[in-house]
């Protein structure tokens, strides 16, 4: 029987396509796009290095573990609108669930500082979203058309070319490059580091528990002698099997002093210097390492860290799959991370007590707030408020003793038309 093989290449790109579609001639027939500020237009994607350094794997799964909790949402009439949000909440594709999808996109972007997400299309419809990771991405034009392409390299050797306006393209650190996010290559002097200390550690670590002693020998002796007289005094005396009293004895020929100082010569601030040095890069600290991070610390990698990757991912998204026309009547994607579950309890309960009573919180948000599930029979979807609060447009009405009746006539609060109680004294 002979085995058909299949690949993940076949999987994404065989029978699926982008909404213009490229014929495998076209893509044999590219030149090199032309920049404003370099004549480079091919990008190597070198993440491997820094992605197998302890720490900076720490600081970058740290970030992509609580970027992977974000949500993405479609908003507005458009008919495609329920398989987008089928894609951004539940399955972006036949391979991913939504976090490690967000995940992966995270790690893409903090490693290259280039995300690129190909919008699969089958008949018409968006079917899946691949984060496409590849070893080197090259910005190309076809033989007689100006637009912007990009030829994405594989690992495993094989090549694609895709529009650009129709990939979903997320850049970090975006400056010298017209197109492109820049390297990582300001983190390399903080990799060495960490790498040179690592090798301290170890090998100063392999000196401690290699050396228990100096043995002083008083009498001339050869080499070979001293070596021979180190190795009976080892057995006789530092072998448990061999001196089971504790106690080493020695004539006034031999003089052993045991090292007692096992200290580390690298200090504590060396090493922390060089984890804060790459936790700093990546915009994360011990606490949010850790998960021991209070509500301010918490608030403050949001609002530095994941807020501004959010707005970025729902502009690109948004340009992206939907239209000038759909966007024009109001349909955008918005990524947002659920930022209550982080308060404390009395700052939830304040929360609470502050948008309840305007009836901006339904009796689901609330119980989610709580991290209770909704109630059932879209109870929940109730939304409570307080009779303190008044719709602005009827508070003149109630000023001038004008109310409003069930049967939708105005009306007065008494009957003298006055708006106003008389004294019953």
Known sequence: ?????????????????????????????????????????TYTQDSGRSWDIATVRKAVDAFCRHFGKINGKATGPSEHNKDINRLLQSKPNPLMESYSFYYKVAANL?????????????NGRIYALWPLLSTQVQLVRLKGRTDLYVRFLFGSGRHKVLPYEELIHIRGHFYSHDILGSSN?????????????????????NLINAVRGILAIKTASKDEDLNKKRDEFVKNNLQINSNGSGVIVT????????????????????????????????????SIVKNDFTEAQWNSFYEGGIEPI???????FTNVLYTNLEYSYGNKIIFESNRLQYLSVPSKISFVKELAPMGALSLDEI???????????????????????INAEEASKYQIGKVVSDNGKEGTNESNGSGIEPDSG
């Open 1 to 41: 029987m002979k085995l058909k093989i299949r690949n993940l290449f076949n999987t994404i790109f065989d029978k699926g396509t982008t909404k213009s579609g490229i014929s495998s001639a076209d893509e044999n027939d590219t030149y090199l796009y032309q920049l404003l500020n370099s004549f480079n237009s």
């Open 110 to 122: 903090k490693l290259t500082n280039n995300v690129f997400i190909y919008p699969e299309y089958r």
């Open 367 to 389: 119980r989610e707030v709580f991290n209770m599930s909704p109630l059932p029979n879209n109870q929940g979807k109730k939304v409570v408020q307080s009779l303190n609060w």
């Open 310 to 316: 959010a707005i970025q991912l729902s502009q690109a």
């Open 185 to 205: 290559s300001p983190l390399d002097a903080s990799i060495k580091l960490s790498e040179a200390l690592i090798k301290s550690l170890i090998d100063s670590s």
């Open 251 to 286: 004539d006034n020929k031999l003089d052993y002093t045991p090292i007692k100082d096992q200290t580390n010569p690298i200090s504590d601030s060396h090493v922390k210097y060089s984890k804060e040095e790459i936790y700093d890069y990546f915009g994360v600290n011990d």
